[in-house]
């Protein structure tokens, strides 16, 4: 069993910023890629972003050039900055991480989400 869990959202004013950080636990062999989605009200998750074991990263181009995204692969962690929030950006944010457990089968296991709210 992976447990992963989100952190860091809540609210913030328009051209704010915030950090989002996810975790991950568990019957970990080897983290692989872990990424970021999102869920507005009233709509369908998204992709927001994703880095490698690696480090390479990626993003949608509705956050591309106020984001970045970081990992600790000592922790199992990844963290997700986002800059000059829109109230396009309120949404639910889920983490996603792929992982290899002791058998080297690949899995993916969620988390919860954290709730974000970009509002004056």
């Known amino acids: 069993q992976v447990h992963v869990v989100e952190s860091g959202g809540g609210l913030v004013q328009p051209g704010g910023s915030l950090t989002l950080s996810c975790a991950a636990s568990?019957?970990?062999?080897?983290?692989?890629?872990m990424r970021w989605y999102r869920q507005a009200p009233g709509r369908q998750r998204e992709f927001v972003a994703s880095i490698t074991r690696s480090g390479r990263t990626n993003f949608a181009d509705s956050v591309k050039g106020r984001s970045t995204v970081s990992r600790d692969n000592a922790k199992n962690t990844m963290s997700l900055q986002m800059n000059a929030l829109e109230v396009e950006d309120t949404a639910v944010y889920y983490c996603?991480?792929?992982?290899?457990?002791?058998?080297?089968?690949?899995?993916?296991?969620w988390g919860q989400g954290t709730r974000v709210t970009v509002s004056s």
């Open positions: 568990g019957d970990i062999f080897s983290l692989e890629t």
């Open positions: 996603k991480a792929d992982y290899s457990d002791r058998w080297s089968i690949i899995r993916a296991s």
